[in-house]
């Protein structure tokens, strides 16, 4: 790889697997099984961590459960994206010193992006005592040498040091059932959006090699998995200064042969390409849906941003991108409140949904994440303010994604049956090559099968259909 990136030696994780086989001998040694509650907060990154965790937990001789007071040990893996899914996290704390209080045993561990912030892992270390082990992201695949530490030694472990990151390949994962599966291809991030505690929590961005890629997505495919996710905070500087980057990525998976669709999540619109549109359009299993965050619709803010594109560019990529991909599902990311935002920017921001038209949008309030550079701006405009704005963009956004959604009455789609629908009348949930999501009355059989379906009505958020005979 042309950049610098450090790969966790063999030996290192040949080390973990002795203190996770440890760790297994001691419970077996008791007679005990173990039993994990697991909790996983965020974006599909975070997902993946989850079960790469479990899968460990797995290793070392533990089940799982929902529920947290039978748990001999809680894991907590968090999100600090955003103030609300800190809170979060800090509340269901809390709320474990009752279960604790009963089960002195139980073994309390929070990990992921949180952990890895100084001020949180200093406040766990004060006021939450009843936690046993923090480690951020870096240190995950360390989590069997620390378990063990705690276990040994009966003391609080904290592994939260800063460092740039590193690539551990080939640790357990513990995935879910069904058709779905999730493969981080890159870590980290080196983009510093002037809002985003990401490039902090998570360090520079690394690419996996794309032969370990390859491995891992083959090996799915060939285990009966059919909607692969590729994942990545900027999938688009992917192998960046190598000779594979992530469209000759892309052209490489999709000469794996079976029936499957890849996605991929998510892209930026600095680094995104004509050529990846074209590679998009000419690869039969990657999915015609594109995930591309634009954040503000104002050109002043994308530079306060640090976005480092034009709300012109953003169109004109749009554009190309439909251009060879006719039907091309398009969703993205939005902003509302970013500090100084006035109501005319704001405004740009929702003429901007409304030319585009995207399928749907993951839309957010703007969050102060302490560090980084726009948590120190002036933000004079009151929430009540910014609320106005947010709830007036979801209406627009609703309303187009209502429209979209009812001009396929009517229509056959080839969809992909992926879980039970938990609705009697719509037993089986299904997704569409653009992720939308089917609802189908059919029998669960077609669970994990192609199939056509005839739309028959829709909602904002999902069409529902039949199984064409
Ligand atoms: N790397 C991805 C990208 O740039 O598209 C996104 C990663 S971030 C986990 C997911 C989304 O959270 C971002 O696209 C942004 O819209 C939102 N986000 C990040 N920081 C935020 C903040 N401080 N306040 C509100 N939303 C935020
Ligand atoms: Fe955050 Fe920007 Fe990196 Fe996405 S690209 S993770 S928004 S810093």
Redesign the pocket.
Known sequence: MGKQTTRVPPEALERQRGFTEQIRRRFADRQAHPLAFVDTY??QQNVADGQKLSGMLREMGFSFTREPKEADLVLLNTCA??EHAEQRVFGNLGALTHAKRENPEQVVVLCGCMAQEPRTSERIRKSYRHVNLVFGPHALWRFPELLWQVYDTGKRIFAVEDEAGSIAEGLPVERESGVRAWVSIMYG?D?F?T????PYVRGRERSREPERVEEEVRSLVSAGRKDLTLLG??VNAYGRGTTCDFPALLERLDRIPGDYWLRFM?S?PKDASPRLFDTMARCGHVAKQLHL?F?SGSDRVLGAMGRRYTRRQYLDLVAYARSVMPGLVLTS???IGFPGETEAEAMETISLVEEVGFDAL?T??????PG?AAAKLPDPVPREEKQRWFDRLLEVQNARSAAIHAAYTGKTLRVLGEEAGGDPEYPVSARTEGNRLVRVKGDPSLIGQFFDVRVTGSNTWALYGEKEE
């Not at 809002?195 to 990401?198: D, L, P, Q, S």
């Not at 957010?364 to 994440?369: G, K």
């Open positions: 965020g974006c994206v955003r991030c983009n959006c809002y985003c505690v990401v905070q900027n998510s930026h965050p954040q990311d939005v902003i993951f957010f309030l703007y969050s102060p994440r980084t």
